[in-house]
């Protein structure tokens, strides 16, 4: 913590900033100049995102250790009926309980 | 300044105050994890400022640990932003009539949240003005930065995460953003192939490809099955949920 920032991660921010900007405005001059997507090309950028965050989570769920996999499991089947912020407390009281009470 | 305006101001600062209030978790907990994850207070404040995409900016901080090539850092945040590409284009109707210059700033502010309120409000026939936009953006943006920087503060004094159990929050968020998805075509083989891939990957590759590999067999699967799979879908979703 001895210097504000550091040079790569200043580039790394620079641009992740530039490509986030690039689409908030690409889909309106794509779409103000074109008409039409291919079915497949739409179909696979409608998966990205889910399938982008899933990678995220799968692996984190399985090599977390015995706690962390069954407290994703518990928050699975919280966030089939809840929002994502009572979804999180359900998962962290969860993590919680596991880690004081039942571990020791 | 007419009633109108007055009247526009007040709607979006009150809209956009709620979506603060519920935002404000995450923004907290982005200044944690920056700071659990090696960067500086004031390097999270800058990704909160230029950035301002929570979801990107948790997965662009958790790749930075993991020692991701930079390109790679890039293309996740881009990947996981690249849904605004679907919400500019379906607001492009409601944002034509303003100038070039109060675009390209409204839309810097576009967000999950600002394109659902400004999709209800030029679907119901109201004028999207410049005004209304940017008092609802900034009402979120300034709260974002503001509790970047308190979450910041609170990581250098939090010490372990695990001890308050804020390591399992991240991956709990995630699963709650694809949860979000699953409205949409296909959801369940994407997920399940880019789980199954992001895993296998991990175990045969190693970190960090294992999220670019996973993501691609999700992709693919989304590319190559059927357009229509609505009868495919139903028997699969038993089976998992079975097991869940």
Partial sequence: MDTLFHAQTLLIIAAGAIATYLTRVGGYIFITRMKR??????AALNAVPAAVL??????????GGWDVSLTMAVALLAGMRLALLPMLAVGWIVVMILRYFVIG | MTPATKEEIRDAFRRGIAVAIAAAPFAVLFGAVAIDNSLTIAEAALMSATLYAGASQLVGV??????????????SIFAVNFRHVLYSAAIAPHIRHLS??????SLFLLTDPQFAETERRGDAG?????IWSMVLGLSVYVPWLCLTVVGGFLGNLIGDPRSIGIDVLLPIYFMGLVLGFRSRANWLPVVIASGAGSILAL????????????????????AL?????KEAEAPIGDVIEGEA
């Fill in chain 1, 37 to 42: 997507i291919p079915p497949r090309a739409e």
């Fill in chain 1, 54 to 63: 899933t990678t995220l989570v799968a692996p984190a769920a399985v090599t």
């Fill in chain 2, 62 to 75: 958790e790749l930075f640990n993991h020692n991701v090539a930079p390109w790679l850092v890039v293309l």
């Fill in chain 2, 100 to 105: 070039f210059f109060e675009k390209a700033t």
């Fill in chain 2, 126 to 130: 109201i004028r999207v003005t410049y």
């Fill in chain 2, 203 to 222: 175990h045969f590759v190693g970190s960090p490809w294992h999220v670019s590999l996973g993501a691609l067999a999700g992709i693919a699967v989304a």
């Fill in chain 2, 225 to 229: 099955l059927p357009l229509d799979a």
